[in-house]
């Protein structure tokens, strides 16, 4: 892996590859599918799973390619794999934090970044003019700490592979969706055709004060958060479609169900825990599962089913 977080778009592209380990692991580990449709892979000299379905593998790839999209403009806080009941009520929320990611302009993704302790332009002119010892020096750049960043990694494997007997068992059916949440000064993604499209109100935060308007697409006001891609079915087949959650209600014509629901009543969860922080060169990375008070609603409503 040396040298892959040389630029910002190698970070980026490092970040895809976990995302999408991520997700078949997280697949697997909550029983989104049938264990039988998934394989035993290696990365990060790691056992994995990944589902061998084309359709699903196809999807997912797409919904990285997405997220990746809007992590090249520099806007992106937070991605999160969230999984509903088979009423699309949140049950749980991983989240991958990486507004510690540096914020770098979209002509600049290729740039290589400057060495510890060199400012941008000194960078450029030791580039342009090297000087005759500079041979001799060692290398150290932020790609030197992708030695470390593999073993990170497994960790992140490891602690998701043992996190269903922690979270418990899920009801049969479920879905799942990938978003993304917006940092407060970013424009919302617009463009035809747009695979964001906006979540329910509960996991919609409220705009702050000040914050610019988003942009519209689709018929959608779409405001500072994200991305999702969804699944039709759990343990069936998927949809082609992406969506988008965004921070307030977005539908022009709300249902009188939806108005009457708390916006981001279902954000940060009931309970969280925390999985791992991985830190190296310009990688910075925090990640936690929340689980959401309607998997705690379920879960007694089950037991006094079963008491009943």
Same mark, same amino acid.
């Given at each position: 892996?040396?040298?892959?977080?040389?630029?910002?778009?190698?970070?980026?592209?490092?970040?895809?590859?976990? &995302?999408?380990?991520?997700?078949?692991?997280? &697949?697997?580990?909550?029983?989104?599918?049938?264990?039988?449709?998934?394989?035993?892979?290696?990365?990060?000299?790691?056992?994995?799973?990944?589902?061998?379905?084309?359709?699903?593998?196809?999807?997912?790839?797409?919904?990285?390619?997405?997220?990746?999209?809007?992590?090249?403009?520099?806007?992106?806080?937070?991605?999160?794999? &969230?999984?509903?009941?088979?009423? *699309?009520?949140?049950?749980? /929320?991983?989240?991958?934090?990486?507004?510690?990611?540096?914020?770098?302009?979209?002509?600049?993704?290729? @740039?290589?970044?400057?060495?510890? $302790?060199?400012?941008?332009?000194? =960078?450029?002119?030791?580039?342009?003019?090297?000087?005759?010892?500079?041979?001799?020096?060692?290398?150290?750049?932020?790609?030197?700490?992708?030695?470390?960043?593999?073993?990170?990694? /497994? $960790?992140?494997?490891?602690?998701?592979?043992?996190?269903?007997?922690?979270?418990?068992?899920?009801?049969?059916?479920?879905?799942?969706?990938?978003?993304?949440?917006?940092?407060?000064?970013?424009?919302?993604?617009?463009?035809?055709?747009?695979?964001?499209?906006?979540?329910?109100?509960?996991?919609? /935060?409220?705009?702050?004060?000040?914050? /610019?308007?988003?942009?519209?697409?689709?018929?959608?006001?779409?405001?500072?958060? $994200?991305?999702?891609?969804?699944?039709?079915?759990?343990? $069936?087949?998927? @949809?082609?479609? &992406?969506?988008?959650?965004?921070?307030?209600?977005? *539908?022009?014509?709300?249902?009188?169900?939806?108005? @009457?629901?708390?916006?981001?009543?279902?954000?940060?969860?009931?309970?969280?825990?925390?999985?791992?922080?991985?830190?190296?060169?310009?990688?910075?990375?925090?990640?936690?599962?929340?689980? =959401?008070?309607?998997?705690?609603?379920?879960?007694?409503?089950?037991?006094?089913?079963?008491?009943?």
């Amino acid at each position: 892996m040396a040298g892959v977080l040389d630029t910002y778009q190698g970070l980026v592209s490092t970040f895809g590859s976990f &995302l999408t380990v991520s997700i078949h692991t997280i &697949l697997y580990e909550r029983a989104i599918y049938p264990t039988n449709t998934f394989i035993t892979a290696r990365k990060y000299n790691y056992p994995v799973r990944q589902n061998r379905h084309p359709k699903v593998c196809k999807w997912i790839q797409d919904a990285v390619a997405a997220v990746e999209a809007e992590m090249l403009k520099a806007t992106v806080a937070r991605v999160a794999v &969230l999984i509903l009941s088979p009423d *699309s009520v949140p049950l749980e /929320r991983f989240m991958f934090d990486v507004s510690g990611f540096p914020s770098v302009p979209a002509s600049e993704t290729l @740039t290589p970044f400057a060495p510890p $302790g060199t400012s941008a332009p000194e =960078a450029t002119e030791n580039r342009e003019s090297p000087d005759l010892g500079s041979e001799h020096r060692p290398d150290i750049s932020p790609a030197i700490s992708t030695i470390d960043l593999e073993e990170q990694f /497994r $960790g992140v494997m490891s602690r998701l592979a043992f996190c269903g007997s922690s979270l418990g068992p899920l009801p049969e059916g479920c879905t799942f969706t990938v978003c993304i949440e917006l940092k407060d000064e970013a424009d919302a993604p617009i463009g035809h055709p747009q695979p964001w499209i906006p979540s329910q109100p509960s996991l919609q /935060r409220s705009r702050q004060s000040g914050s /610019r308007p988003g942009a519209m697409a689709d018929e959608a006001s779409l405001e500072k958060e $994200g991305v999702v891609k969804r699944k039709e079915s759990g343990r $069936g087949s998927t @949809t082609d479609t &992406l969506a988008q959650k965004s921070e307030e209600k977005t *539908s022009p014509h709300p249902s009188s169900e939806s108005s @009457t629901v708390r916006t981001g009543s279902d954000l940060g969860g009931v309970r969280s825990t925390p999985l791992r922080s991985v830190a190296a060169g310009e990688l910075s990375l925090e990640m936690w599962i929340e689980e =959401a008070k309607g998997k705690m609603q379920l879960r007694n409503n089950t037991k006094s089913a079963e008491g009943g």
